[in-house]
T-cell receptor, first 113, second 113 residues
Framework: ETGVTQSPTHLIKTRGQQVTLRCSSQSGHNTVSWYQQALGQGPQFIFQYYREEENGRGNFPPRFSGLQFPNYSSELNVNALELDDSALYLC????????????FGPGTRLTVL | QQQVKQSPQSLIVQKGGISIINCAYENTAFDYFPWYQQFPGKGPALLIAIRPDVSEKKEGRFTISFNKSAKQFSLHIMDSQPGDSATYFCAASKSQAGTALIFGKGTTLSVSS
């Protein structure tokens, strides 16, 4: 059974640029949630995708957007990067559109200069 | 508004001792309470979880105690080991599609040998 994988591991961008982060969900899981974890803080919910549709969204601006593909992998896109977007971006997978028993990937460390 | 409050922020315990981390929540609609363990540079890993229909759940050296009336729950790590040194996050959610895990701010545990 393959766990949640994310790419890339690290990324450095400059303010105003756009970035795409990728996530492959755990085998058998059809739900992907994205979280932002600032240094020294707990993860904060960005949004969730279930069967290719956005299923819930946290308090993040529209420049944070996502996609889920038929194989349940997912992308997080962030436009017009700001310095405060520097964080660890975590993807978590689960099944059935529910929040229970979410399994996290290793994350992508984004640095915005 | 912080919906899940976690304490202490950091904890130092001797090898073989008991580590106790506490969390309090505000939203009475929460009905799923997991604990996650995170090592530096890694994503959070699900450790143990509880639902409000039981007051305690034990898995190996890890025990969750749950007090519904006080809206509090805690993680007890028995016989703490240096390998347990990590950051621990409590979280809470509703069993409802599209909802998020709401995390506490984390507790950094150091187990000295």
């Amino acid at each position: 059974e393959t766990g949640v994988t994310q790419s890339p591991t690290h990324l450095i961008k400059t303010r105003g640029q756009q970035v795409t982060l990728r996530c492959s969900s755990q085998s058998g899981h059809n739900t992907v949630s994205w979280y932002q974890q600032a240094l020294g803080q707990g993860p904060q919910f960005i949004f969730q995708y279930y069967r290719e549709e956005e299923n819930g969204r946290g308090n993040f601006p529209p420049r944070f957007s996502g996609l889920q593909f038929p194989n349940y992998s997912s992308e997080l896109n962030v436009n017009a990067l700001e310095l405060d977007d520097s964080a660890l971006y975590l993807c978590a997978s689960s099944s059935g559109g529910w929040t229970d028993t979410q399994y996290f990937g290793p994350g992508t460390r984004l640095t915005v200069l | 508004q912080q919906q899940v409050k976690q304490s202490p922020q950091s904890l130092i315990v001797q090898k073989g001792g008991i580590s106790i981390i506490n969390c309090a929540y505000e939203n009475t609609a929460f009905d799923y309470f997991p604990w996650y363990q995170q090592f530096p540079g890694k994503g959070p890993a699900l450790l143990i979880a509880i639902r409000p229909d039981v007051s305690e759940k034990k898995e190996g050296r890890f025990t969750i105690s749950f007090n519904k009336s006080a809206k509090q729950f805690s993680l007890h790590i028995m016989d703490s080991q240096p390998g347990d040194s990590a950051t621990y996050f409590c979280a809470a959610s509703k069993s409802q599609a599209g909802t998020a895990l709401i995390f506490g701010k984390g507790t950094t545990l150091s187990v000295s040998s």
